[in-house]
């Protein structure tokens, strides 16, 4: 609206009619056309410009392909793939691994940082919902992932207390499902970053095994999956066979000589760790039971460095000229 009176109230602008009822050229609070531009201008404010866009934390709050590959850029990260069916208890690895770095209590490792302390927060809060002091039924929440969506990696960096060496891992929460498709239909698409993981972790609920009716179908179905990673991987990569609710008893040593067989046979690198995320009530270990084994075996022995131009052995010289006599008379 253009300002065409002095007085704010005044509607003659869009009436036509002046509210003092004075003629319209003679009105003494009329705006002359000269005057008109400036009020104008003066009375609308100017368009504010846009605010400048601050970082914001990605909305899955898990760290997506392509951030995961500019961390890898900055600094070597071990990619950990992990399988596994529905209730098989990998959530509940995670949980307790983070919740284990929390309170300190990670023999032989100490928390370092993480890039995704809210998803892993998220995961830990549904581990610890409680209800009334007691523990719930369910202890973390069914994972679930919308179908089209990328494997979410959830980071976290730990330091070796022996030696302080640093360690990246990134680790994504698949839901259940993701392993079932791979299993029943072969369906790897969504999988296609196993290819360059560094160890994978095939979860089994232990007590599965251990019970009659479902030790069979859970074994037949380990055995396939271990056949579809087998036939995805083009290099040989680490597999660790974790065995969830080790708290509730043992798994049969025959059993996993069987898959440890199998696996061999599909040129398969196969070591099993049993595993207590949580402790049920008069459970058998306490919780967090093997979490620090798992990890150590997923970071794995550290290649040797390779020296390209060692230095001589000092300790070694004196045998070296003791040769050198030796070679003179031919006692070598
Ligand atoms: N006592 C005990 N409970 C466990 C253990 N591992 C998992 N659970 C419980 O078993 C249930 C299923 O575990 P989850 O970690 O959610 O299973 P998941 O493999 O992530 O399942 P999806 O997300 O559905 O694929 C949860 O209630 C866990 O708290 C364990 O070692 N000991
Ligand atoms: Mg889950």
Known sequence: MLATCRIPECTFAETGVCLENNPPDQCPNRIAADEDGAASTASVPPPLSAPEEKPRFPSSLTMGLTEAGELMSERYCRVVGILGAPDSGKTASLASLFLLLGGNKLSG??????????????????????NEGSPPEQMTVHTELNEDRDAGFLHLRLKRIADEAVFDLLMPDLPGEWSDTFIDRNRADRLDFLKSADCIWIMADGRQLATLDSRRTTLRRLDLLLGRVAALLERAVPILLVLTHRDSGEVSDEDMAALKASAAAKSLELEVVPISSFRRRGGQTSPGFGIADLITKTIGADPDPTVFW?????SAEPRQML?????????E
Request: proline share 3%; no cysteine.
């Open 323 to 331: 040769r050198f006599g030796s070679a003179g008379t031919g006692h």
């Open 310 to 314: 060692p230095d001589s052995d000092q």
């Open 109 to 130: 490792f100490e928390f370092g940082d993480s890039r995704t302390l809210m998803a892993l927060n998220e995961i830990a809060q549904g581990a610890r919902r409680f």
